[in-house]
């Protein structure tokens, strides 16, 4: 299994501030023969579903703000909220997709 | 856009099996996607069970892959799951999803106990 550590496991944040979250992978999850990496972000407010964030480690999904953003390849990677609004409270997971799937253990972002 | 929707009892007495159906809408589940389970205990964090394609193929989480049948009716657009030999441990919200979690049903609570 891949294994995927996320941190922090929490992070308090004024509003405009940047958030930024960490995510390990046990082994790389980039695939060589296309350069991409098996990497996603969801946000996951309470009492809803997660929501796809980011995509191939860094690719925005369609609707979400350019405030967030993805980057890293291999093993190590980074979500950013550039500025942080006060709908971004939300949990936040890393998922690897390049062997089944397995997600981090989500990182609580709050405003401070 | 395709919406996804779980269905199945909210209660499952332990030992016994955890049965729970998707019904896919607004697209076809014989496309070139696969289909997802992932569950989330209280307050904890989100748990891949496993996944199906529309031809039949599975990957599974190691951790539950003895206990753990994905299939799929596409005749019905649906697909399914069951978890065998259920434990208090099982309780959770379980979600389905396409492409483990480009689109995500709103999920639905399954609670194990006597």
């Known amino acids: 299994d891949i294994v995927m550590t996320q941190s922090p496991d929490s992070l308090a944040v004024s509003l405009g501030e940047r958030a930024t979250i960490n995510c390990k992978s046990s082994?790389?999850?980039?695939?060589?023969?296309?350069?991409?990496?098996?990497l996603a972000w969801y946000q996951q407010k309470p009492g809803q579903p997660p929501k796809l964030l980011i995509y191939?480690?860094?690719i925005r999904e369609s609707g979400v703000p350019d405030r967030f953003s993805g980057s890293g390849s291999g093993t190590d990677f980074t979500l950013t909220i550039s500025s942080l609004q006060a709908e971004d409270v939300a949990v936040y997971y890393c998922q690897q997709y390049y062997s089944t799937r397995t997600f981090g253990q989500g990182t609580k972002v709050e405003i401070k | 856009q395709v919406q996804l929707q779980e269905s199945g009892p909210g209660l499952v007495k332990p030992s016994g099996t955890l049965s729970l159906t998707c019904d896919v809408s607004?697209?076809?589940?014989?496309?070139?996607?696969?289909w997802s389970w992932v569950r989330q205990p209280p307050g904890k964090g989100l748990e891949w069970i496993g996944e199906i394609f529309h031809g039949g193929s599975t990957n599974y989480n190691p951790s539950l892959k003895s206990r753990v049948t994905i299939s799929v009716d596409t005749s019905k657009n649906q697909f399914s799951l069951k978890l065998n030999s259920v434990t208090a441990a099982d309780t959770a919200m379980y979600y389905c999803?396409?492409?483990?979690?480009?689109?995500w049903g709103q999920g639905t609570l399954v609670t194990v106990s006597s």
């Open positions: 082994q790389s999850v980039l695939y060589t023969s296309s350069n991409k990496n098996y």
């Open positions: 607004g697209g076809s589940i014989s496309t070139n996607n696969w």
């Open positions: 999803a396409k492409d483990g979690g480009v689109n």
């Open positions: 191939w480690a860094s």
